[in-house]
């Protein structure tokens, strides 16, 4: 093909694999003289077929696999920094772990982010022989992990480890007080897996260091306010159930419960209504919550698991807590946080691999300059997918799945039913228990469990019931005689927020050429319908419910589509605003290490206050005093950091009536207080610093921490935030702004 023609056909943001397929097709041609080698040579890198003939002798004499031509095309997509595209159970395992084992041979450090610690795990252990076989020490992180292990793993070629793990140890070094604390080396190479899910669905997530403080006292009075506040008369919903804000009549009916003040005079006291109305109105339990063993877990969205470590902003937290008449919790101070999307743009190199990459394909380009290689599959795809079976409510959707179920079930064909939230799959079960039909449930509260349980869905008669993507990268694999009866059959009670998650639970079914069947059952009830295509005409269903026009399918598609532009505009915005926050850490970053590994502190304290430094040098040794002024410097930069921190959210929270005043657009404004509160920071850091060390007692012994006013938080904890306390609270300050236009128009 001509060049010319390549270009042409070659779409912006996706890659030309023909260079990996005829590397992987030439591997071929050393197979039978480095098969017949007693020991195997250590790879070449600037050979890249010899190292896939390699690679593949080493897979196929340590793990009983002889990885196929697609695997090793894939594997040279991840080295050359891509995202490689290939379906569920083509073997990306096999693929992630040669092109890793490449990466490492050219003398990089790898990171292989998993989506959970059993995978991390079971990952390095399962590839474990053919790293070594290539020379390549390998190691994995979870949550249980020490902090010598986690040492000893991140000292390795080649390290396992799901994102939270490895940005939470980010994070703990960011407020290490000595070099030999830290735990993460500088970052090299990243190799995710389950790439969509975590450079996109995941990307806004902010991951949280937090230092004990003050829980929110006057949760419960505020959660028993707004109990009494009525849907549509004090407060609304936004179209798209993402937001809630008062009306003139609800800040009216708030301000005279609470005395006759102000809301928008107490922006305190407004949060924390804003708070306790999200929590009232927009968390709902048993979709986004379980109150379990008197606490509250959340549930991921975008997989359906009830995340244990996880927990809301503290505020949002507390507020929860309140209207369930829950113990509030211990909350803490945020002390740092960062966003999957900015952890993983550490990494100077980034690759992936996914089942679902070219929906994504501009997202990947736009936030982190990825190409998407899409690599067939080995065996061609024979699983029949169904056209959505519309009805017109939810009761007669429900009818619907559990006839389908047990007219299915019938036959032994076993099925694997695809549900969008805990409580469906729970009602579910109980429907199907009541007609004699015995069910599996997965909510993801345990990874390793989930995945012996689904791997299990493909044996004769099986019936699994399973939240969104619990057990997502486990094999399923079909019992005896479970081909002839058509293979697994995989269903789908709603289509999801995204067509790749309607994707992946397909892949479910038809791994590697098996045969397999998919169907979604979809009402026009279902809140992807309410919440993104409210508007749109809606055909009628007939006497048994079912809607047979082709209107149906079109709103569907469209809903979803609405759905995918809303969470990317999102996804956008959040970055706009974390961008320059992430800037300022990057440079405060570097302060501190310099501060941290040298004598940046010791240095600029001698030149502020030389009369000072002069005096104590006198009596104590110079590395005592070296490190009594690191302390000092140290303690001031993360102090001032965190403040910052929340200033900044404040700022971006309240940005809506300064916005109003000064007809900025949001964003401007944003960047110009931002800019101005980064030059305090600093000076701030200095003066606090040199104020502390004019006053502290230095002794031959060092520096008294707590007596000098130094005192770091006893106990730190990590958190994923699943709502983005950026994104939910700038928009909720922007719906904010609705009872007061409002009011402002009533008043005119
Ligand atoms: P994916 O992550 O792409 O869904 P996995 O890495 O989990 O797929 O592999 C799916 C299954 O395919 C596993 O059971 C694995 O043992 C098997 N497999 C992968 N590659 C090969 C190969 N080259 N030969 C035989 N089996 C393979
Ligand atoms: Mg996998």
């Not at 949550?143 to 939270?164: I, M, N, P």
């Not at 009536?657 to 007809?663: I, N, P």
């Not at 012994?701 to 609270?729: C, H, I, M």
Request: hydrophobic share 40%; proline share 4%; aromatic share 6%.
């Amino acid at each position: 093909m001509s060049r010319f023609v390549r270009n042409i056909l070659d779409r912006p943001g996706s890659a030309n694999i023909g260079p990996f397929q005829r590397l992987a097709a030439q591997a071929g041609g050393h197979e039978e003289r480095i098969g017949a080698l007693t020991d195997l040579p250590r790879p070449r890198m600037d050979d890249l077929a010899e190292f896939c003939a390699i690679a593949r002798e080493a897979a196929r004499r340590t793990l009983d696999m002889r990885p196929f031509d697609v695997q090793l095309a894939g594997a040279l997509a991840l080295l050359s920094g891509q995202v490689a595209e290939m379906a569920t159970g083509e073997g990306k395992t096999l693929s992630g772990a040669i092109a890793a084992a490449g990466h490492a041979l050219r003398g990089k450090r790898v990171h292989v982010i998993s989506v959970n610690d059993y995978l991390a795990r079971r990952d390095a252990e399962w590839m474990g022989p053919l790293y070594e076989a290539l020379g390549v020490s390998v190691g994995w992180i979870g949550q249980s992990s020490t902090r010598e292990e986690r040492r000893e793993a991140y000292a390795k070629d080649v390290t396992y480890g799901s994102v939270s793990e490895i940005g939470f140890d980010v994070l703990r070094d960011r407020i290490a007080t000595s070099a030999g604390d830290l735990v993460v080396p500088e970052p090299s190479v990243a190799l995710i897996d389950e790439a969509d899910s975590v450079l996109v669905d995941e990307a806004r997530v902010p991951l949280v260091l937090a230092g004990a403080a003050d829980p929110g006292a006057d949760a419960p009075e505020t959660a028993e306010l707004v109990r009494r506040l009525s849907r549509g008369y004090h407060y609304e919903l936004d179209d798209q159930g993402r937001n809630v804000f008062l009306t003139a009549k609800g800040t009216d009916a708030v301000e005279k419960a609470l005395g006759g003040i102000n809301l928008y005079e107490a922006p305190d006291v407004l949060t924390r209504i804003n708070l306790a109305l999200h929590a009232h109105a927009l968390l709902t339990r048993d979709v986004d919550y379980l109150v379990r063993d008197g606490r509250i877990q959340l549930v991921s969205q975008s997989r359906g698991r009830v995340a244990t470590l996880q927990r809301w902003p503290d505020g949002l937290q507390a507020a929860v807590e309140a209207k369930e008449a829950l113990p509030a919790s211990e909350t803490g101070e945020i002390l740092d946080s960062i966003t999957v999307q900015s952890l993983i743009r550490r990494y100077p190199e980034i690759c992936g691999m996914t089942g679902t990459a070219v929906a994504v394909e501009e997202q990947l380009r736009e936030f982190y300059g990825l190409k998407v290689a899409v690599i067939p599959s080995n065996k061609p795809c024979v699983r029949v997918d169904e056209p959505d079976r519309v009805y017109g409510t939810v009761a007669d959707k429900e009818r619907a799945l559990a006839t389908e179920i047990a007219r299915v079930h019938a036959t032994g064909r076993p099925i694997l039913v695809g549900t969008l939230d805990v409580s469906e799959s729970e009602r579910l079960a109980l429907d199907l228990g009541g007609k004699g039909l015995d069910c599996v449930v997965l909510n993801a509260k345990n990874d390793a469990e989930e995945a012996a349980i689904i791997s299990r869905a493909g044996e004769r008669a099986a019936i699994t019931v399973s939240t969104q993507m619990a057990g997502r990268g486990t094999d399923i694999r079909l019992g005896e005689g479970v081909a002839e009866l058509g293979g697994l059959y995989v269903i789908g009670s709603g289509r999801h927020a995204s067509s790749r998650l309607d994707d992946q639970l397909r892949g479910r079914a038809g791994r590697q050429g098996d045969p397999g069947g998919s169907v979604f059952l979809v009402s026009l009830e279902d809140a992807l319908i309410t919440h993104y295509a409210p508007d749109e005409p809606l055909p009628a269903a007939g006497d048994d419910g079912v809607v047979r026009h082709k209107r149906a399918a079109y709103v569907v598609g469209h809903a979803q589509r609405v759905a995918e532009g809303t969470h990317l505009e999102i996804h956008r915005n959040t970055w706009r605003y974390t961008r320059l926050l992430e800037r300022q850490r990057d440079l405060v970053l570097e302060q501190r290490d310099k501060v941290l590994r040298g004598d940046a502190a010791a240095d600029a304290l001698a030149k502020a206050a030389p009369g000072r430094w002069n005096g104590l040098a006198a009596d104590v040794d110079e590395p005592v005093l070296k490190e009594a002024a690191r302390q000092i410097v140290l303690f001031h930069l993360d102090r001032c950091w965190t403040e910052h921190l929340g200033f900044m959210s404040d700022i971006r929270e309240g940005i809506h009536l300064r916005a109003l005043g000064h007809k900025l657009a949001p964003l401007d404004e944003f960047h110009r207080e931002g800019v101005a509160a980064y030059r305090n920071l600093l000076e701030e850091v200095e003066r606090r610093s040199v104020k502390t060390f004019e006053t502290a007692t230095i002794t031959t012994d060092g520096l008294d921490p707590l007596e000098s006013g130094l005192k770091r938080p006893t106990a730190t904890w990590t958190y994923l935030v699943q709502e983005n306390p950026f994104g939910s609270a700038f928009d909720r300050a922007l719906k904010r702004l609705s009872p007061r236009a409002k009011r402002r128009q009533d008043l005119d």
